[in-house]
Nanobody, 124 residues
């Protein structure tokens, strides 16, 4: 019930906004995360946001360039990607969990629910 969208081809230095919409669940009950996986690599943490949106957390590799946000009324989480680099190329996944504590936000196996992924390709 997580649907990620917004991926595509973008030039280095450009911007892209990913969305993750939920259905059948009340988004405000869930910690939401974005992860990405490049070919031949492990899935890695990108960003997470607390249930109320007051806490946001980022991987060092995207800090200052990406922004995670949520609109609980629309049951949607966003990842605004800016100043993108070729190394940002990956399939991006959104994930959700009801019980996470902050120390677990960056750990993929701690999330119970996953979207199908959306491809982001950054050309140099």
């Amino acid at each position: 019930q997580l649907q990620a969208s917004g991926g595509g081809l973008v030039q280095a230095g450009g911007s892209l906004r990913l969305s993750c919409a939920t259905s059948g669940r009340t988004l405000r009950n869930y910690v939401m995360g974005w992860f990405r996986q490049a070919p031949g690599k492990e899935r890695e943490f990108v960003a997470a946001i607390s249930r109320g949106g007051g806490g946001t957390y980022y991987a060092d590799s995207v800090k200052g360039r990406f922004t995670i946000s949520r609109d609980n009324a629309k049951n949607t989480v966003y990842l605004q990607m800016g100043s993108v680099k070729p190394e940002d190329t990956a399939v991006y996944y959104c994930a959700a969990d009801e019980r996470l504590i902050v120390s677990s936000y960056s750990v993929p196996v701690q999330y119970d629910y996953w979207g199908q992924g959306t491809q982001v390709t950054v050309s140099s």
